[in-house]
T-cell receptor, first 119, second 115 residues
């Protein structure tokens, strides 16, 4: 079965540079979520999109922006990178109709993550 | 805001034995979902088991089962017949029913399986 695809798997950037992370959700999944997991930390929610519109926002720095495109893939853009941005960035996708119950939107599937290292 | 607490930073178990990981949470909502995720050294987040709060029956997935105590806001994970491949970081997570779909994670419990 198709999974959530994230690219690149690894990324090394210097301070003050810009990075773009990409996420391709499972086909027919209409919701994308981004999480940041620092070293030894639990994942922290950044932002989510439903049908190409921002649906929720967490602790995402102003230096970061994201969007979901017409093909449902999403990109997380990170500017003016800081050492503290070094982390594993997860994308997840789900579909509100996954189980045929409009409330049963619990079908989160995570990608393998992008490990960003800022030097 | 909801919070999830995992009070055991590390746990260890002998292969083939049973281990229980603890999780408590705080919420004012009556409907929600609870999850256990496994994160092995590969860092992939893998769903182990999920529980809908409205269901009284505890969820079970093969060797994994939960003890869901809604009134006590407790959601522990029991792993039976532990295998070496169960060694990983385990995260307990909460999600609202409707509204925000974000997952709120606990700090995690690192499980070591000894041969």
């Amino acid at each position: 079965a198709a999974g959530v695809i994230q690219s690149p798997r690894h990324l090394i950037k210097e301070k003050r540079e810009t990075a773009t992370l990409k996420c391709y959700p499972i086909p027919r999944h209409d919701t994308v979520y981004w999480y940041q997991q620092g070293p030894g930390q639990d994942p922290q929610f950044l932002i989510s999109f439903y049908e190409k519109m921002q649906s929720d926002k967490g602790s995402i720095p102003d230096r970061f922006s994201a969007q979901q495109f017409s093909d449902y893939h999403s990109e997380l853009n990170m500017s003016s990178l800081e050492l503290g941005d070094s982390a594993l960035y997860f994308c997840a996708s789900s579909s509100i109709y996954e189980t045929g119950d409009t409330k049963a939107n619990y079908g989160y599937t995570f990608g393998s993550g992008t490990r960003l290292t800022v030097v | 805001a909801q919070t999830v607490t995992q009070s055991q930073p590390e746990m260890s178990v002998q292969e083939a034995e049973t281990v229980t990981l603890s999780c408590t949470y705080d919420t004012s909502e009556s409907d929600y979902y609870l999850f256990w995720y496994k994160q092995p050294p590969s860092r992939q987040m893998i769903l182990v088991i999920r529980q809908e709060a409205y269901k009284q029956q505890n969820a079970t997935e093969n060797r994994f089962s939960v003890n869901f105590q809604k009134a006590a806001k407790s959601f522990s994970l029991k792993i039976s017949d532990s295998q070496l491949g169960d060694a990983a970081m385990y995260f307990c997570a909460y999600r609202s029913w409707g509204g925000s779909e974000k997952l709120v994670f606990g700090k995690g419990t690192k499980l070591t399986v000894n041969p």
